[in-house]
């Protein structure tokens, strides 16, 4: 079954709004990454928290993981017209990564 | 510059036809990957090489059939093309170890007629 689901699939804000998107995820993990693909292209490598963090700043992006709830928030400050992508979370088991349906954010100006 | 880079970025051919992809990476990781999209955006592993070898090998249908050279370098070699392969498919490579990040190709848009 698929590991990670991203809440809400579609999210439309102005710009200089924040975006808070979600991750949830089945079994246990190494770590979670969250990556972002603009249209026609692929996946690029945002932030990674490992098992043991509980939050992380990269910019204008935090990420948090609660491994009890087995859950990840990815918040976007600030946003901006160019922040508009899909971004998905991916979760590390024991081999793979396994990735999630991603949330669509749209940045309006 | 390009980090990880994909031939064709767009494939168009018919139903039962032979194709290949072909990945290859400047990065000097030694871990390489094939994703598959489909529509709804979906992305599934099919398939992940180490140093050369076989790792992952997700159920995938056996005319798909990865290749790899070298480590710098992983091909998928898909047979008899169905309707059902039309997608995008991805490269992928990172170093090895669990708390690497993986570099994405820019996919190829396969799609049959």
């Known amino acids: 079954s698929q590991q990670g689901e991203e809440d809400p699939q579609a999210l439309s804000i102005q710009e200089g709004e924040n975006a808070t998107m979600n991750c949830s995820y089945k079994?246990?993990?190494?770590?979670l990454q969250w990556y972002r693909q603009n249209s026609g292209r692929g996946l690029v490598h945002l932030i990674l928290i490992r098992s043991n963090e509980r939050e992380k700043h990269s910019g204008r992006l935090r990420v948090t993981l609660d491994t009890s709830k087995k859950s990840s928030s990815l918040l976007i400050t600030a946003s901006r017209a160019a922040d508009t992508a899909s971004y998905f979370c991916?979760?590390?088991?024991?081999?793979?990564?396994?990735f999630g349906t991603g949330t669509r954010l749209k940045v309006l100006a | 510059d390009t980090a990880v880079s994909q031939t064709p970025k767009y494939l168009v051919t018919q139903m039962g036809n032979d194709k290949s992809i072909k990945c290859e990476q400047n990065l000097g990781h030694d871990t390489m990957y094939w994703y598959k999209q489909d529509s709804k955006k979906f992305l599934k592993i099919m398939f992940s090489y180490n140093n050369k070898e076989l790792i992952i090998n997700e159920t995938v249908p056996n005319r798909f059939s990865p290749k790899s050279p070298d480590k710098a370098h992983l091909n998928l070699h898909i047979n008899s093309l169905e309707l059902g392969d039309s997608a995008v498919y991805f490269c992928a490579s990172s170093q090895e170890g669990s708390n690497q990040p993986q570099h994405f190709g820019d996919g190829t848009r396969l799609s049959i007629l």
């Open positions: 079994t246990s993990i190494n770590n």
């Open positions: 991916a979760t590390r088991g024991t081999y793979k990564y396994i």
